[in-house]
């Protein structure tokens, strides 16, 4: 099946973005646009010169009759079709796409030799070249996500070649995260209550829960009902930046602390006292846990129930003050059209949290939004909407070298974290 693109399409294309929305094919149903530009977020009609090809289908890119690669086809997400070749390559079959991720697994030899760190990400999908397909190392279990329906009819061809590069890395099983397929041209975000069923597809049975280790520090994973494939594999850096903050920190409060990863980098960094809030009880028997197998004692510090603007205001009015706050909120900008509304909610937290953050303390700030761009989220954070003029940034990070991206995909560069002090 060959697939018409139109001109800003094809230039995309060209630039290497692995993604061709349903109203950058001609016939489409929609004005064309830059990838995302127009309809980023949003669904837009079926059609579009493959109105029958299926989901998982081959097709054939083309623009003024010339050849621009070929991708598999979604017939379902705004997101029609994830480019995997440009070049005229014999054929897209499994085998091609199995080299993709033989080549992802490679290149991640040698990273986390030792076992200090056992959890990482294998293959970040576009990153990686391999569109839609996201895999990550917990230990000797592997779990896959697929964002999108398009790569699900080829995982039975897919399994074997998996299993053996996996199983030579060390991975024994392997399991599958389902998930509603995506419009939202996110790349990443924590997500709501999609994505939770865990299926087995290989070796022996799935545990519900595991312990690994990310630098040395021993991490609980919740695979059978954890966000994403069980836990926030990018903040793994971030996690041990804030663990060096920590140091003769008093007191420490980390907002949306799901597991608590960030609580027990604190703790375990020398902070006083650390208080996780969350909404959600079970998030804060998991960080419990998480504290125990490190050996420490989790009644020496607080796990507050509650939601964070409504723990902030209280806080506030209490006379509380901290001298290292994190804030990583789930994703308030899951499509464009929600940004103006999720800068909002920016600013209201972090006025919230800049007023019970003591003079002298540190602010760690985070985004998982790609709609939200740095700049979008640095004016979230200025002295206008901290309401003090005290602090500066004295770091931005990013994702780590386990997610890669590719420089045409800017999607792919979703995660902010700011270090404020």
Sequence with gaps: MRVHL???????????????????????????????ERRRGERSPRGGGAAAAASGDVVELSAEGAFLGRGLWDADSAIAVRVFQRAQAPALDERAIAERLERAFALRDGWFAGRDTTAYRLCNGEGDRVPSLVIDRY???????????????????????????????????????????????DAEGKEGKEGKKLAHLHGPPLPDRLFVRETGVAMEVDLARGQKTGAFLDQRDNRARVRALAAGRGRVLNLFSYAGGFSVAAALGGAGRVTSVDSAPAAHASAQRTFRENGVDPAAHDFVTADAFDFLEKARGRGDRYDLVICDPPSFAPSERAKPRALGAYRRLHT??????????VLCAASCSSHITMEDFLATLDDATLERDDLRVRAIHGQPEDHPTLPAWWEGRYLKFVVLE
């Design 6 to 36: 139109t001109a800003t399409a094809a230039a995309a294309v060209r630039r290497g973005h692995p993604w061709v929305y349903r109203d950058g094919i001609t016939g489409g149903g929609g004005s064309a646009g830059p990838p995302g």
């Design 139 to 185: 230990d000797r279990v592997a779990v896959l996500r697929l964002d999108g329906g398009m790569l699900a009819p080829w995982l039975d061809r897919l399994l074997p070649h998996l299993a053996r590069a996996l199983g030579a890395c060390g991975v024994r099983s392997i399991g599958l995260r389902a998930r509603a397929p995506s419009a939202s041209g």
């Design 352 to 361: 919230a949290v800049a007023r019970v953050l003591d003079r002298g303390g």
